[in-house]
């Protein structure tokens, strides 16, 4: 969106540089046909063309004034992305803190289990004892 409307403000740099030049041209027409000597029409031509000259160094002035502009927008953008960001990261951090130390831990008794030990009159048998499936 950005180059867009550069290139929308380039064109209307563009379009008065014409008229610029146009007018210029059109008063060294006048200032020719109104000179009687040599001296005169010559002076005419050099205030054409430097009218000329104005006209294209204006346009490329406000080119230049456009693309900082632009740049200018486009820096304001990143800061105020950036500056969001790291609001978000901020409060992510707060509402860490603020649950920190809700929850169990996952790890030590619960309360919620028996805990299943061995027969100590057969060491062999492990924590969980075998089914008896001689009855199939």
């Known amino acids: 969106m950005q ?5 929308v403000k380039d064109m209307v740099s563009s379009a008065k540089e014409k008229v610029n030049e ?8 006048t200032g020719k046909a109104t000179a009687t000597t040599h001296g005169q029409k010559e002076m005419a031509k050099e205030e054409t063309r430097a009218n000329k000259a104005q006209a294209k160094a ?3 002035q406000e080119k230049a004034e456009h693309r900082v502009e632009a740049a200018e ?3 304001e953008k990143a800061q105020a992305k950036a500056q969001k960001q ?7 951090g707060e509402v860490a803190a603020a649950h920190h130390g809700t929850r ?3 790890t030590g008794p619960h309360d ?3 805990p299943v ?3 100590p009159a057969n060491p062999g048998a492990g924590a969980y004892p075998t089914t008896d499936n001689t009855t199939l």
């Open 112 to 114: 919620n289990h028996t």
């Open 3 to 7: 180059t867009a409307k550069v290139k």
């Open 104 to 106: 169990e831990p996952l």
């Open 58 to 60: 204006q346009m490329h």
């Open 86 to 92: 790291q609001q978000k990261a901020e409060h992510r």
């Open 73 to 75: 927008t486009r820096a």
């Open 22 to 29: 146009g007018t210029a041209k059109t008063q060294g027409k």
């Open 117 to 119: 030990t061995a027969d």
